[in-house]
């Protein structure tokens, strides 16, 4: 199978990144030579010409606009900020030679570069961790950023506070030449995908897949494999991507999670890819994972 990296959204990118281990001295001033930028202005990426990473000297955002500054890493040996901007501060990207567009479409209609999306997802990942995350969990001070962005400190009880990523399993299940795919109820009329869910604290991957397959449709797996993974950030998540062996037919739906699930088989499959099912239905973009397992179904990987 090839390399799913290949057309997933947000799974490439050429960042040497910064840690939360190196010293404040590693990190460079924003007024570094050769520094690069990406905007966003809420949690939306500023684009030029086909790239959102921006010379520091084409944009200039007033102080008051800036939210939150981080400190990325490298890309070509040039230090790369993400500012955040207020939302209100975009006037001057919303006119040519700039667009403003949101992340979701910057993935599906290839805006940037691949490997651009893996840079963007870094940044607004880490960008509304700051914002969330502006107050100790532990005393309910306000915390300080340090290492460039990539932890928060509290200066009144000391505690170290690092970006979090949330894992999500997805899953297709395989039962002879069928395979189950769902839909949930905010889904696009006619769109159906691979099931989902975030993982529990103290949970195997395979016992999560386990778990969610048999809340949403009372179907019983077992061989649960592991295939790929995309980062998804929206805000924070990793897509844990993986192929299952159903063990029951029969469906039983929870209407709170699905508003349908069915099984498919490889001619229904390759109808829903190619958007020419007799119903209608459709697949996933081929930026997200579930699109890649189904295709791994089809090619028997």
Not at 8 to 22: I, T, V
Not at 24 to 47: F, I, M, S, T, Y
Not at 175 to 189: A, I, M, Q, S, Y
Not at 222 to 250: H, K, N, T
Request: aromatic fraction near 6%; proline fraction near 9%; glycine fraction near 10%.
């Amino acid at each position: 199978m090839p390399d799913p990296s290949a057309t997933l959204g947000f799974a490439q990118s050429r960042l040497l990144r910064h840690s939360s281990e190196q010293p404040e001295a590693a990190v460079p001033g924003p007024d570094a030579p050769g520094a690069r930028l990406v905007l966003l202005v809420g949690d939306r990426p500023v684009l030029r010409g086909g790239t959102a990473l921006h010379e520091a000297g084409d944009v200039a955002p007033e102080g008051a606009a800036i939210r939150q500054r981080i400190f990325l890493g490298h890309i070509d040996e040039r230090p790369v900020f993400a500012l955040a901007l207020h939302p209100d501060a975009g006037g001057p990207y919303e006119a040519e030679p700039f667009t403003i567009l949101d992340l979701r479409s910057v993935a599906t209609e290839g805006a940037v570069e691949p490997h651009e999306l893996g840079l963007l997802a870094t940044a607004k990942s880490m960008l509304d961790w700051h914002a969330r995350h502006g107050f100790c969990a532990n005393c309910g001070t306000p915390t300080e950023p340090r290492a460039g962005g990539f932890r928060r400190e509290c200066p009144n009880c000391q505690a170290h506070h690092f970006p979090r990523t949330d894992p999500v399993a997805i899953m297709l299940v395989r039962r002879g030449e069928t395979c189950l795919l769902g839909r949930g109820p905010h889904f696009k009329e006619g769109m159906y995908s691979c099931l989902a869910g975030f993982l529990e604290p103290g949970e195997t991957i395979e016992a999560g897949v386990a778990r969610e397959i048999y809340e949403e449709t009372r179907i019983r797996v077992d061989a649960v494999r592991y295939l790929a993974s995309q980062p998804w950030p929206f805000p924070s998540s990793l897509m844990i991507g993986c192929i299952a062996e159903g063990l029951d037919e029969a469906i039983v739906t929870d209407p709170t999670e699905l508003a349908d699930a069915r099984w498919f088989d490889r001619e229904a499959v390759i109808q829903m890819l190619e958007h020419r099912h007799p119903e209608g239905f459709f697949a996933p973009p081929p930026m997200a994972i579930a699109h890649t397992l189904m295709r791994a179904f089809l090619d028997g990987a």
